[in-house]
């Protein structure tokens, strides 16, 4: 099984990239997705963050109190605080989901996320994918897709990792300045080339 880490700002493409891998077969880990999902199941968890964030941190229904989370987290610098009680339990249920995928044969595994070179290049990738746009390209499709205002946009793309600084733990860079359908190709084009190292 290959496994290969995709990285990217938002904005970048990393989604359509990850979607259109899945179309080819591959088996990709959203980590964000599956993030918040931990953090709403994951019992142990959910009791860590109400110690640590206080009770508020989760609305009655059990649902997530994001807008709370995130001020907690962002306006008061607490990130790495979060960070250090959702990532353990993250890349444990990740660990658990690759050795059920290398069971079942898959041949192509993949983790998206936009923090995956935030310590260093993982030890445990064969390959290191980051899609990079150029910041305009960006923003206007996360206002597009988030219809959200440009300020709160550059405020993100400001707050994430310099990836050309961390272009050099790459292996491939894929720029993506273009069309859904050249980034497609793009994708299935590193995809097949992959398979055939």
């Given amino acids: ?10 904005g970048s493409g990393k989604s359509t990239f990850c979607r259109e891998w899945e179309s080819l077969g591959a088996t990709v ?21 109400k110690s640590v964030f206080g009770d508020q941190s989760y609305h009655k229904d059990g649902t997530l ?3 709370f989370l995130a001020q907690e987290a962002f ?24 050795a059920e995928e290398r069971a079942k044969g898959t041949t192509i595994f993949a983790k998206e996320a936009a923090i995956l070179l935030n310590n260093g290049r993982p030890t445990d990738l064969d390959y290191v994918i980051l899609i990079i746009a150029d910041e305009q390209t960006r923003i206007q499709r996360v206002l597009q897709r988030d219809h959200t205002d440009s300020a709160k946009v550059k405020e993100r793309i400001k707050k994430q990792s310099d990836f050309m600084e961390l272009s050099r733990l790459c292996d491939y860079i894929i720029t ?15 995809f097949h080339q992959l398979l055939e190292l």
């Fill in 1 to 10: 099984m290959i496994k290969v880490g995709i990285t990217g700002g938002i």
């Fill in 65 to 67: 109190n994001r807008e």
């Fill in 75 to 98: 306006a008061k610098g607490r990130v790495e605080e979060l960070n250090e009680l959702v990532h353990p339990v993250l890349w444990e249920r990740v660990a658990e989901i690759e």
């Fill in 29 to 49: 880990i959203y980590a964000d997705d599956l993030a918040k999902q931990l953090m709403i199941e994951d019992q142990e968890l959910v009791n860590s963050i």
């Fill in 176 to 190: 993506n300045n273009g069309t859904q359908d050249e980034l497609k190709l793009k994708a299935k084009e590193l």
